[in-house]
């Protein structure tokens, strides 16, 4: 213990940027365990970036998250989503084209889309940081003949999509189910305006649940174990116009080990 605390103040003063690189050739060179002692702490200066390098080198989150994932099967929390998803575009009167998933993994939640809206979407787009979870997870759509369309991208500095859906301003349907909880407030802001300019029809957010109060009373976005955050998505999406129609807050009540903070949403001028 006392090698691995010195190893890490060592580490610490080199650059950061020399550490990341080292670290990367340490995960291309099967040696994880390097990799996490070189940029561990990161996880209290810039969360973002620690955990874009965890899932980008598909690191322990990334690693268990894409293993219990079937394009078959939803958890407990995820299976009430898009529920609730498709009982929000009933009430709305919404029809659904296409659909953007920021933080797709393998396409999962893609696939439950495609299968369960009728007509089925023409476009079914996803980008994640995870290039593990994003080749197995187009193999197996591609190998069912699904339309969806995996792509490698991070929401801190979102891809453009307009040449993959030609002619076509806007999605249906735009979901980000977990991602902003590795965000601070302020990155978690400029995401929640992004991915509101790219709706046409209903914005799903969805985040920890703060278990002290519910998430829409919170003045600033309260820090949680494992250097993530629970946010303030209904200020968020008042910032950025849009209108919320649908959230569920479940405080420290868990769904299949995970706490429920969800908040739909539409632009303005709908």
């Known amino acids: 213990m006392f090698r691995r605390a010195a190893r890490r103040l060592v580490y610490r003063g080199l650059p950061l940027a020399f550490r990341l690189?080292?670290?990367?050739?340490?995960?291309?060179?099967?040696?994880?365990?390097?990799s996490l002692a070189l940029i561990g702490d990161l996880a209290q200066r810039d969360p973002a970036e620690f955990h874009a390098f965890l899932w980008r080198h598909h690191l322990a989150a990334a690693r268990t998250f894409s293993a219990t994932r079937s394009l078959d099967e939803l958890v407990p929390s995820r299976r009430l989503l898009v529920q609730d998803i498709l009982a929000a575009l009933r009430v709305q009167a919404l029809s659904v084209d296409s659909v953007l998933d920021a933080g797709c993994s393998s396409g999962f939640l893609l696939r439950h889309f495609e299968c369960a809206l009728r007509p089925a979407p023409q476009f079914l787009i996803g980008f994640d940081l995870d290039a593990a979870a994003l080749a197995a997870g187009q193999a197996e759509l591609t190998a069912r003949g699904s339309r969806c369309r995996l792509f490698p991208g991070d929401l801190r500095q979102p891809p453009q999509f307009n040449p993959l859906t030609p002619a076509h301003a806007g999605f249906d349907l735009v979901v980000c189910a977990g991602v902003l909880r590795y965000f601070s407030e302020a990155a978690a802001r400029t995401a929640v305006s992004w991915l509101m300019r790219q709706t046409r029809g209903l914005l799903v957010l969805t985040g920890?649940?703060?278990?002290g109060c519910d998430n829409g009373t919170l003045t600033a976005s309260q820090v949680l174990p494992h250097a993530s955050f629970a946010h303030n998505f209904d200020a968020m999406i008042a910032k950025a116009q849009g209108r919320?129609?649908?959230r569920r807050w479940q405080g420290a009540q868990l769904c299949g080990g995970q706490t429920v903070y969800f908040v739909f949403a539409r632009p303005d001028q709908f």
């Open 21 to 34: 690189r080292t670290a990367a050739l340490a995960c291309h060179w099967g040696a994880a365990r390097w």
């Open 244 to 246: 919320i129609v649908f």
């Open 208 to 211: 920890p649940a703060s278990r």
